[in-house]
């Protein structure tokens, strides 16, 4: 766990929970890199939602993520991607849950605040919403990696067993701007070998993602079913907002989903003042932060 008594803008970013420990350190030098971006974009006068975007699309980029390009498949080999994105100001939200191949689903997600007419959208209709926004469709050929076939093959064949570990490795990105407004934004190819039409908490406002300048920012990686049950994102926020400690609201949510709903993750929050923490349950979480002068990155 790391809490980091600290004050200032900042971006904290997640690789997943789901990650193998040998590979830890690798990821989280893609944290690292997404950190970075977030924080450059905070510099250069972005708000604290643009921020933790910019953070997530460049994991959405990187096939060693399961978000965007490299995510999960399901067992029909398709891709269907998950997302939302909330600022804690006004408390506006977006997601979309089952999109087709796109390479941002996170500006996905955000089409759908900007449009501000509803708050998740699935399938056909949130991809009708990106291209009225601008975002170009991609391909199952584009983004279907030789990583993700491989995963897929394993499991459904039964050279290896379905692993708690292969729901885990969404990526998500929280960030607190210069005025001390938060925001929260997640991004997931969902499980391996996912049944069709599945969803689980990533695009779910109060699940997998949550903001409120009033507590913090939150943004989960774990079991989405256990998630979603829980509640965790916002049972998170809300204790920041009663005064608890970020590091400690933090891991009394994650401890409530191990042993009152079975699942298991990790999560990253920060607080308007700059305050942050990671936790998680599981062997390794990949997870870094940047603030455009100082930065940390572990993979543990």
Known sequence: MIAEER???????????GGRAEEADDLAAGCALAAARGAAALRAGAGA???????????EDDPRYNAGTGAALTEAGGIELDASVMEGTTLRAGGVAALGPFRHPVRAALAVLDDDRHVLMTGAGGEEL??????????????????????LESVTTGRSPRRIEDGLDTVGAVAVDPD???AAATSTGGIVGQRPGRVG?????????????????????????????????????????QGRPVAEAARASLTEVVERFGGTGGLIVVDPTGRLAAVRSTPAMAWAWDDGVDRRAHGW
């Open 7 to 17: 004050v200032g803008p900042v971006v904290l970013v997640h690789g997943g929970a």
């Open 49 to 59: 939602l643009e921020a933790a975007i910019v953070a997530v699309e460049v994991l």
């Open 130 to 151: 990106a291209l009225a926004a601008g975002l170009q469709r991609s391909s199952l050929a584009d983004m279907r990696t030789a990583r993700a076939i491989q995963r």
């Open 180 to 182: 001390g407004r938060v």
């Open 201 to 241: 908490d990533t695009p779910v406002v109060g699940a997998g993602t949550y903001a409120d300048d009033r507590g913090a920012a939150c943004s989960a990686t774990g079991t989405g079913e256990a998630f979603l049950r829980a509640g965790t994102a916002r049972a998170v926020v809300d204790a920041c907002r």
